[in-house]
């Protein structure tokens, strides 16, 4: 059995995710330690736990620790199984996470599954369902991995109550990423969400981007949808020949409108100033697909916490070599060798 640290790195969820989801793939038994220990609530929040239940369900594993608060558990996998699954997290905790755990799992198998989740799908620290949707998913496809996602209600903090909807698999033959340059630049289109707020929160921030970013009034939409409760996020999406990405900051108690649009712009400007292919947070995704599939490269930013813990958990669990280097650029250079 494995022995991980939950400590290592930034010390977050993605760590205990991370492990749950090549537990599963590679059938080896882990014991987590010290959970989301750089947080500061540590242990077990609802997502994290909705997210070992949902592994365990899916692949018939034993669980030991799995409670609210928990800084440690057992996790024994069993075979995994397609079908049909229906996960509600209680919470406005990330039903987005939740499906990023048992998505390759699941997308490996021969026959497709329809998974249900139900908690938050717009939360800060956590990909949007348009992050998943437009940006995640299709750098992915590649290596033989296959989603088709429905948004069927916006769930904010803190209420919840959204939904979303995921037909996984089947497995389809993988190919070698190879992703240094993005290529020209194709369009940029953003959109200023809200629910159960002043419409003209959203016109701001829509208003604020398009100076900040010298667009038009046409590239950032605003738009009105239905939730359980308050919420708003203001996002755009950077689309380029060879890489897709999408930036985007949440609205919140305290904070202006503008403040908002100065978050997303800034992400945006550090992003088009370099040369990289892949944006910061698409980086620690891409690895666990890259070393279960052929392998590949990519050009990225200075890597975050989070690409540096997913790596250290990978080379746990797979006989990989992942490494980090700088290019002529100034960017960095990515390599998964399988």
Known sequence: MLTIDGAEG???GQILRSALTLSMLTGT???IENIRAGRSKPGLLRQHLAAVRAAAQICGGDVKGAELGATALDFVPGTITPGDYHFAIGSAGAACLVFQTIFLPLARQATPSRVVIEGGTHNISAPSFEYLDRVFLPAVRPTGFE???TLCR???HPAGGGK???VIGP???AAKIMLEDRGALLSRQGEAVFANLAVDIARREAVKLTRLLSLSEDEVKIREVESSGPGNILWIEIRHERAV????????FGVTSEEVAVKVARQVEKYMASEAAVGPHIADQLLMPLALARGGRFTTLRPTPHTRSNIAVIEQFLPVEITIGDTRQGDRLIVVVV
């Open 10 to 12: 930034e010390g977050g």
């Open 29 to 31: 038994p882990f014991r």
């Open 147 to 149: 989603a088709r996602l």
């Open 154 to 156: 916006h769930g904010f």
């Open 164 to 166: 979303l909807e995921a």
């Open 171 to 173: 497995v389809r033959p």
């Open 245 to 252: 990405d999408i930036f985007s900051a949440h609205g919140a």
